[in-house]
């Protein structure tokens, strides 16, 4: 069992920058798949950006691609999202979520919702113009 618990969620203007972290149980030893993803009212949720933990290896929707980045803290225990030149259609709910079942090949090239095993309960993004 994996234990995810978003933080850093709120509000801001358009042009700001917020930087979200997802405090994970796992070893950081075990490489996993670890994706941000996020849902706004009426929308499916959508895969935002994910990293393949000890491989580095990333993945960027093209609506995030140049303004978030997302790295590791194993120090912490923790994956952030930093956030910059934030949009309005950028708010929305914003979601941990892990799995540790595929390798970096399948976490690196962009996945639905539904691949993912472990999630955590969201952090709330505001982005106001």
């Known amino acids: 069992q994996v234990h995810l618990v978003e933080s850093g969620g709120g509000s801001v203007q358009s042009g700001g920058s917020l930087r979200l972290s997802c405090t994970h149980s796992y070893t950081s030893y075990t490489s996993t798949c670890v994706g941000w993803f996020r849902q706004a009212p009426g929308k499916e949720r959508e895969e935002v950006a994910t990293?393949?933990?000890?491989?580095?290896?990333?993945f960027y929707a093209d609506s995030v691609k140049g303004r978030f980045t997302i790295s590791e803290d194993n120090a912490n225990d923790t994956i952030n999202l930093q956030m910059t030149a934030l949009r309005p259609e950028d708010t929305a709910m914003y979601y941990c979520a892990a799995d540790r079942r595929y390798g970096g090949s399948w976490c690196s090239r962009g996945n639905p919702a539904s691949e993912f095993a472990y999630w955590g309960q969201g952090t709330q993004v505001t982005v106001s113009s």
């Open positions: 990293i393949y933990t000890g491989g580095r290896r990333t």
